[in-house]
């Protein structure tokens, strides 16, 4: 079959297209025909050996795909052949057919389009878990999402201001502040202009934000601890800035604030019922319209280095897509 391959850890531009065998259930997994998968950006990590999985070779990078179920393995009970499903397994995406544990293979209702599930399954769940589950947010309190503009920043300013919040979008340029305007953000801070903790106490009156959706790392990490308000709870996803922040911890102590860790791949792992609970959420809201996974551009097999280029210079304001096509032999 037709994959996007990594035959070595190495920069993203030694990998490419090439043919894998099909993969073949093993118990308790599900084969699924790939009709769309999502880029996300541990996939241009996980290629490199930069991040916490490290598959055995040959692999193909996208851990979220949609598509309708090819074969089950021994033990699957609860799906029937070509259903249409949203599943998850860290990588394996970017090929004609993908495998996933049967507990991380999601229903898919007729009312969301394959591309709409695989634009939404990574972002808009983290961004759910984090912001519900480990934020504990509620109405008419103010968020302030870092790297808004991108998948996991865009979902959690929906979900945010669904949920009835004042939602501060922080980017770099203004173009990605306008995409989180129309997403549902009150307020707009370019941080590559601004500083953050200055321009947030300026929007909330001096109080500070109650959440902060971190997806950036580096610098503003710290930056966002400073802006929170008494209770703030940071939440922290991912290091886009490419640094590791040290947050000073007198910092947590004197505004009562949590540091929090959102691993959502991990929580989907130890708490399925609650995971899979949340995605049919997030599914639901899609079908209605609350939530509209923001879709940047489609991308061939033999187009994903270029998607995951794309993706690793910033230069996404939304999802991108990996859609295998029409055409597939196996």
């Avoid at 297209?17 to 993969?23: E, T, V, W």
């Avoid at 920043?153 to 203004?174: D, E, H, N, P, Y």
């Avoid at 509209?292 to 996404?316: N, S, W």
Wanted: proline share 5%; hydrophobic share 50%; aromatic share 8%.
């Amino acid at each position: 079959m037709r994959a996007y391959i990594c035959n070595a850890f190495g920069p993203l531009d030694t990998h490419g297209p090439g043919a894998l065998p099909a993969p073949q259930p093993a118990d308790d997994e599900v084969i699924i025909d790939v009709a769309a998968a999502g880029v996300n950006y541990y996939d241009t990590l996980i290629v490199q050996g930069k991040y916490q999985i490290r598959p055995g070779f040959p692999f193909s990078p996208g851990g979220e795909f949609a598509g309708t179920i090819a074969a089950l393995g021994a033990g699957v009970t609860g799906f029937q052949l070509g259903q249409r499903v949203l599943a998850f397994n860290s990588y394996g995406g970017y090929a004609e057919r993908a495998r996933a544990r049967a507990r991380q293979v999601f229903p898919l209702p007729d009312a969301v389009s394959f591309d709409q599930a695989a634009a939404a399954l990574v972002a808009y769940a983290t961004a759910w878990f984090a912001l519900y589950d480990r934020g504990r947010l509620k109405a008419g309190e103010t968020v302030l999402v870092l790297g808004a503009a991108g998948g996991v920043g865009l979902a959690a300013v929906q979900i945010a201001r669904a949920a009835g919040c004042t939602v501060i979008a922080a980017a770099s340029t203004a173009d990605k502040l306008a995409l989180c305007q129309q997403a549902g953000a009150s307020i707009g801070i370019n941080y590559r202009e601004a500083d953050l903790k200055e321009a947030v106490k300026a929007a909330t009156a001096g109080r500070g934000a109650d959440v902060v959706i971190d997806v950036v790392g580096g610098a503003f990490t710290e930056a966002a601890v400073r802006a929170t308000a008494w209770r703030g709870r940071v939440l922290v996803i991912g290091f886009a800035a490419g640094d590791i922040p040290r947050v000073p911890a007198n910092l947590l102590l004197l505004k009562g604030c949590e540091l929090s860790g959102v691993f959502w791949d991990e929580f989907l792992r130890r708490e399925p019922d609650a995971c899979h609970a949340q995605v049919a959420a997030i599914l639901a809201g899609i079908a209605d319209g609350t939530l509209v996974p923001p879709i940047h551009g489609r991308y061939t097999i033999e187009q994903a280095g270029e998607a995951l280029r794309v993706l690793a210079e910033r230069r996404v304001t939304g999802k991108l897509l990996i859609c295998p096509g029409a055409g597939s032999t196996f």
